[in-house]
């Protein structure tokens, strides 16, 4: 990833991540799985391109995937880039119909001023949070207050690096809204996902 952002080629493996992205969610709506939707990671260089825009609309349309179905995950540090055309662009995009996240929240810049002046809807709470949650005051505290923001700001919350029961039951207590993490599987190829969405699927076996 290090080598694709220092030689410019994140942004067409961006584009193409974003359009295999929208061409399975929308072969696993045609296969039933109606509530599926997707989240994109966009590099900081791709944010910055100007085409962003054209390529998400582009990816939409060839694809037939409602636009609600898509997020878009950005940094703190791409947020905090260029704040003005940082904020049209979001607008832009959620205009569209696209969802917003902020990701590894607490990382970056941990300007509360964002919260407010970008239109997000999803505010994805570091792994680095996450992973002591259940021995650590202090990362408990601060996914506390984390969730608490959000929720007064009208923002869901995704928890990363959720690995154990333990931490989901805190996250449940404290009313983070969804969880993300090898607890429930490690990444796996677009066939295994299909036949874990298919057996999840199916009505229980006759006992």
């Given at each position: 990833?290090?080598?694709?952002?220092?030689?410019?080629?994140?942004v067409d493996i961006g584009g193409w991540v974003l359009d295999e992205a929208c061409r399975c969610c929308r072969?696993?709506?045609?296969?039933?799985?109606?509530?599926?939707?997707?989240?994109v990671n966009?590099?900081?260089?791709?944010?910055g391109q100007p085409r962003l825009l054209e390529a998400v609309r582009d990816a939409l349309a060839r694809t037939h995937l409602p636009s609600g179905c898509l997020m878009l995950e950005i940094t703190e540090s791409s947020l905090m880039e260029n704040a003005e055309s940082t904020a049209g662009m979001l607008r832009a995009l959620r205009n569209m119909g696209v969802r917003i996240s902020v990701d590894d929240f607490g990382t970056g810049y941990s300007s509360l001023s964002y919260l407010k002046r970008?239109?997000?809807?999803?505010?994805?709470i570091d792994k680095s949070f996450v992973r002591d949650l259940c021995v650590d005051e202090e990362d408990a505290a601060i996914v506390r207050a984390i969730i608490a923001l959000a929720h007064s700001?009208?923002?869901?919350?995704?928890?990363?690096?959720?690995e154990t029961q333990a931490q989901i039951d805190i996250l449940k207590?404290?009313?983070?809204?969804?969880?993300?993490?090898f607890y429930f599987g490690r990444p796996m190829v677009l066939e295994r996902i299909v036949e874990?969405?298919?057996a999840q699927d199916a009505p229980p076996a006759p006992s």
């Open positions: 990833i290090s080598l694709a952002d220092e030689t410019g080629l994140i072969a696993w709506h045609q296969a039933g799985f109606t509530d599926m939707h997707v989240s966009v590099s900081a260089m791709q944010f970008f239109p997000l809807d999803v505010i994805k700001m009208r923002r869901s919350t995704i928890a990363e690096g959720v207590r404290e009313n983070c809204e969804f969880f993300q993490g874990r969405l298919a």
